[in-house]
């Protein structure tokens, strides 16, 4: 029985000065309606942690953070005592490596940006997977169910939603998507659909996995 759920949602924003940073074109609809759902169907507990966002549900745990840092640091605070976790949030995959104090000033034609790798907390999550039902997603642009079946395998997962991102389905920050559901037994596509459909079948498949 699931009776406690942790999602993640949104970006991330990794600072470079006082006025820029990087991120990406998440805008938490997607994360947003998962909530939404999971207070339709019963769930006990929801911790809600989001990057910025203009969508974050009412009447659940909601935690506000900005970096990939921050994420990770609350999605491991309540991770052990949670049924199912669903990462559907944007992380940086890169921080700059310098934070500068001051705005950097346009001096010259180029300039370049030392960047590192923030850590993989999905991947964190899946080796310290005991009860919990593991749920990520992934956005590709080329060979998609090859480079999900990886992430799928090597991050411990019990579902992947997979988004291809092309010109046709931008999924990022519009109101329609279209996701592959990944499991340890094959590959579901799915139609076109408002995001708050897809978080509905997607629940339809969290609980067909519970069952099993």
Do not use: C
């Not at 949602?9 to 991120?23: A, M, Q």
């Not at 074109?25 to 006990?44: F, L, N």
């Not at 911790?47 to 900005?66: A, F, L, M, Q």
Request: net charge positive.
């Amino acid at each position: 029985m699931i009776e406690s759920v942790l999602i993640t949602s949104g970006p991330t924003i990794e600072p470079i000065d006082p006025v820029r940073f990087l991120s990406n074109h998440s805008s938490g609809k997607t994360g947003y309606y998962i909530a939404e759902v999971a207070k339709k169907r019963g769930i006990q507990k929801i911790i809600y942690i989001t990057g910025p966002s203009n969508y974050v549900p009412e009447n659940v745990d909601v935690i506000k953070v900005k970096t990939a840092l921050e994420m990770r640091e609350q999605v491991l605070k309540y991770y052990k005592g949670i049924d199912l976790v669903i990462m559907a949030a944007a992380v940086s995959d890169y921080t700059s490596a310098k934070i500068y104090p001051e705005k950097i000033k346009k001096s010259k034609d180029s300039m370049t940006l030392n960047l590192i790798k923030n850590p993989d907390i999905l991947y964190e999550l899946g080796e310290r997977k005991k009860k919990q039902i593991l749920v990520g997603f992934a956005a590709e642009t080329e060979n998609i169910f090859e480079n999900g079946q990886n992430k799928f395998k090597k991050k411990n997962l019990d579902l992947l939603v997979l988004n291809e991102i092309s010109e046709s389905n931008r999924a990022f920050d519009v109101n329609e998507n279209q996701v592959y559901f990944l499991n340890g037994k094959g590959i579901k596509a799915n139609k076109t659909m408002d995001k708050s459909e897809i978080a509905e079948i997607l629940w339809d498949e969290i609980f067909s996995i519970r069952k099993k």
